[in-house]
């Protein structure tokens, strides 16, 4: 299809097809967005071309703003240089300060000529000097960028010289030692030496030494700074699928892309893939790379990966040197060319570790977060970890089955850093009322429910407020003791044989025994070829510091201000940026700590201050006021500078009928509150309307329920009031399996089963799906065409308010934003955002294409209030009828779909 030019609010926007008209609006608004530096919250519903037309507004300012910097320079280049004043003339003190102003700017009436005229040629000097001065930049970026390789290889090599030297002296200074040792000393086996920690120095005593940081001869390897496009989205196949997007645009042939990813999803050695961990997969890359280059050039792929030789990557070699992460590249074989196009996922842009990694600098630059209706959620998600009793115990276990293998071999400063790691895993087990010596699983710990604390609290409680953190993370971070740990996991298992001059260990391999029910102890013997254990259980057991790395990162986050610790308790009027929670379950393996985020503003609002514009774009964004207070007031963002675009849907009205049904078939007031929703007239009600809506709608019809426990009560009532057999009359019935792993095999039998029964006909007419809010059906899935032709929503989905950490994070809310006389507190709008957010998620799985049409039924006589309604997307509110009897709205529906199935 040949691509065409559409013009926008007197911008050209290259288009594959002719867009529809609310793209073209979508592409201007875009478009003055990022043109004004401003944050823009957009919303286009799924079927609308979101995409495509964030491809092709983005690109089109891109490519605008790249060419008036080039016109700018040329013209700077050729206007001739200003002579000098005439003799005698000089400039007048009072106009000195305009001599920065546009030449074309208009002056004063009465100002003499030679005034005007001087202070014109003083700007085109000026304006000529920075255009050299860019172009001269210019000229040194790309020349720098060619050598950039060279330059590289001749640091590598004068560093591995330095650490030759330093290699050679250590092992001159370790043999003194060894001779000094009595021959006791156990001999290790072959390979093993990889697992013995290297002695440590810290950063302190490094630059007191060498007086240069480590990091210095690195900073001349950092990309220029050129303006970009960074594109993240929640997941990978999403960010696969905007690639996509972007190869069939316009701009597919010229745009420079490269996406970024994690080496498991990324990688393309197939026998570095199968190894499954991604700890392990990391791991052998680097050791690929090493192998086949011997350490010179860490951002080629080894030809082991393509079977050819290797494959430069254009641009930014510190995105593949740095951190977890590869490259993938598109556009022009032109290495010396910059980026213009980023797409990364949530994580890597909005977690600053994980940034200041990847090489990634903000300033300046465009981001544009894609599928963002849970933004906030993420944020949180990312910044917040939990950790089990059974998993700090089996850390514990494994690091002091390593210090006791290799302590002769260890220095004194890895003892010192090892011993205050078991000390905090201990302390932190000690905080959950168990004991690190013994079973986490036969340990029984009072069910006290979730309790929270303030830092200072936990710290003190734990009794680990004497450990400088920092340093230990840091320590964690420089030795690789996890990957060491991970290594020695695998090669000895769960269960390490204890050798026969360190009689100590038998009891200690009695306790790993009994935390490995079903192994004996011969057979942990025989397995100590590392076979014990898989690679994602080694993995997972033998990291034994995330909940550690997280305190750090609360700890550095509140030494930036942010209403940080309290000293004061949880009565304290000043609320914790971030709290730890205890979750006793009954038994110390099922409990866990985990820290909770509570103002995800303080990691946005970096992301917000360094960016020239900021797009926060989804199909469903309603509500928009979590994202305007929540997210941007909290960060700092005047309200000046949000933008909100919203528009409706390319379907036809008659397309989509949403109706919200405030009584049953029997008159029955539908409320489905907390209070209600159990009682026996309720959920009769909710299976009679649901009986008679499958007698009318055809094909596909997915019911959502606000948990999974209701879900579980409401179906074991309608078994006994035989409900479900009237249901399976029209319907073949469906439940959302609890395992993620299962919903592909259910999804792919709903829809055959709806295919062959819209195909044969008969009393069967398709299929009823059963799912939950929130769950794994509610978000990611297309239920386009038949498999969905009616969404009902039983009740509405309110989270629990009893939740400690909403309750904790609701009153953080009403004390950080306290509402004005007759504004509803934010708490009280936190809990119904949460809802409608919910809802509307659910909601849209429907209506995924323009000859799409489908009827969405909402079961709950709240849903007729106005403040819920305004929540609702727009394309749905302007067409929702509030029915206050059944008898009406079973009218409309049936009026509905037999319209629209009738023709066919």
Known sequence: MADKTQEAGGIHFPFPFPPYSIQKDFMAELYRVLEAGKIGIFESPTGTGKSLSLICGALSWLRDFERKKQQEEVQCLLEPAAGPLPEGQDLHPATSSSCRGSPTAPRPAGEPDWVTQFVQRKAERDLAERGKEEQTRRRKREERLQQTRHTAQLRHAARLRRQEEEETEALLRLSREMLAEEAGAEQLEPGEEELVLAEYTSDEERRAASGVDEDEDEEDLEEEHVTKIYYCSRTHSQLAQFVQEVRKSPFGREVRLVSLGSRQNLCVNEDVRSLGSVQLINDRCVEIQRRQHGGHRPWVWPRQCWGGGPRDLP?????????????????????????????????????????????????????????????????????????????????????????????????AKNLMYIKQILYLLEKFVAVLGGNIRRNPGTQSVSPTGTELKTIN????????????????????????????????????????????????????????????????????????????????????????????????????????????????????????????????????????????????????????????????????????????????????????????????????????????????????????????????????????????????????????????????????????????????????????????????????????????????????TGALLLSVVGGKMSEGINFSDDLGRCVVMVGMPYPNIRAPELQEKMAYLDQRLPAAPGQVPPSKALVENLCMKAVNQSIGRAIRHQRDFASIVLLDQRYARAPVLAKLPAWIRDRVEVKATFGAAFAALRKFHREKVGPS
């Open 315 to 411: 641009e930014g070699p510190r995105w593949a040197r740095r951190g977890t992460w590869e490259i993938k590249a598109i556009g022009p074989p032109a290495p010396t060319s910059p980026l213009q196009l980023v797409v990364l996922p949530y994580p890597m842009l909005l977690h600053e570790a994980t940034r200041q990694a990847a090489g990634i600098r903000l300033q300046g630059q465009v981001v544009i977060i894609d599928e963002a209706h849970n933004l906030i959620d993420a944020i949180t998600g990312i910044h917040s970890t939990e950790v089990s009793g059974s998993q700090l115990c089996q850390a514990h276990s494994q690091l002091l089955q390593y210090t006791e293998r290799y302590r002769k071999r260890l220095k």
């Open 457 to 764: 609290d936990f710290l003190f409680q734990s009794q680990v407020d004497n450990i400088n953190l920092f340093k230990v993370q840091r320590y964690c971070e420089k030795s690789k003791v996890s990957r060491k740990l991970c290594g020695f996991t695998e090669r000895y298992g769960a269960v390490l044989p204890p050798p026969p001059e360190q009689p100590r260990l038998a009891g200690l391999q009695h306790f790993l025994q009994s935390l490995q029910p079903g192994v004996s102890a011969g057979e942990s013997g025989a397995r100590g070829t590392g076979k014990a254990l898989s690679g994602g259980v080694a993995h997972r057991l033998c990291d034994p510091h995330p909940f550690r790395f997280s305190l750090c990162t609360w700890l550095c986050s509140s030494a930036r201000g942010k209403a940080a610790l309290s000293t004061s308790g949880l009565d304290s009027p000043r609320r914790p940026l971030c709290v730890p929670s205890v979750l006793p379950a009954g038994s110390l393996s099922q409990s866990s700590l985990k820290f909770l985020l509570l103002n995800p503003a303080v990691h946005f609002a970096q992301v917000v201050k360094e960016c020239r514009a900021v797009v926060i774009a989804g199909g469903t964004m309603r509500p928009v006021s979590d994202f305007r207070e929540q997210l941007l007031a909290c960060a700092g963002v005047e309200a000046e500078r949000v933008v909100e675009f919203s528009c409706g849907h390319v379907i036809p009205p008659d397309n989509i009928l949403p109706l919200v049904l405030c009584g049953g078939a029997t008159e029955q007031q539908l409320e489905f509150t907390y209070q209600k929703r159990e009682l026996p007239a309720m959920m009769d009600e909710a299976g009679h309307v649901l009986c008679n809506l499958c007698n009318v709608v055809p094909g596909g019809l997915v019911c959502f329920f606000p948990s999974y426990e209701y879900q579980r009560q409401v179906l074991a009532h309608w078994d006994k009031r035989g409900l479900l057999s009237r249901l399976a009359v029209r319907k073949q019935i469906f439940q959302e399996p609890k395992r993620a792993s299962q919903v592909e095999q259910v999804l792919a039998a709903y829809a055959k089963c709806i295919k062959s029964c819209v195909q044969a006909g008969g009393p069967v």
